[in-house]
């Protein structure tokens, strides 16, 4: 049997071997032809996420919104003459980035995120590793 992670889309098997997205690990395709043979994965439960990390390191940050479609939209904002110098500094300068500073909280509001979904951007950003 398999489960599907609500943050990451990840697919979790039940020998507790994971197939993070892309989904371009050989083991997807024994979950392809299970899902193929009528087979539906479970979502784990939201009460089993881990608890929202309180930072992520900057190159976090950047992939997960590499990974969310946002990142050249940000970089656009940041760019722009009208957004606060702090907030550009911050982005060229921070080293990790806090959940509740200004700066995510203003770019939430801006880009129309929700707490639900900004927690579970720091959530992914967190799994992020190089």
């Known amino acids: 049997m398999y489960k ?43 009460s089993d996420l881990p608890p929202v990390p309180n930072a992520i390191t900057r190159f976090q940050a950047r992939a997960m919104l590499l990974e969310a479609g946002l990142l050249d939209t940000i970089e656009a904002f940041m760019v722009n003459e009208t957004t606060p110098r702090i907030y550009r500094l911050a982005w060229q300068d921070a080293q990790e980035f806090y959940r509740d500073s200004p700066l995510i909280l203003t770019m939430a509001g801006v880009f129309s995120l929700s707490e639900e979904q900004l927690d579970n951007m720091f959530r992914q950003a967190v799994l992020i590793k190089v």
């Open 4 to 46: 599907i992670h609500p943050v990451t889309n990840a697919i979790h098997c039940d020998d507790g071997y994971v197939i993070p997205p892309p989904y371009d690990d050989p083991r997807y395709l024994d979950y392809a032809e299970w899902v193929t043979d009528g087979n539906n994965p479970e979502m784990i439960p939201v």
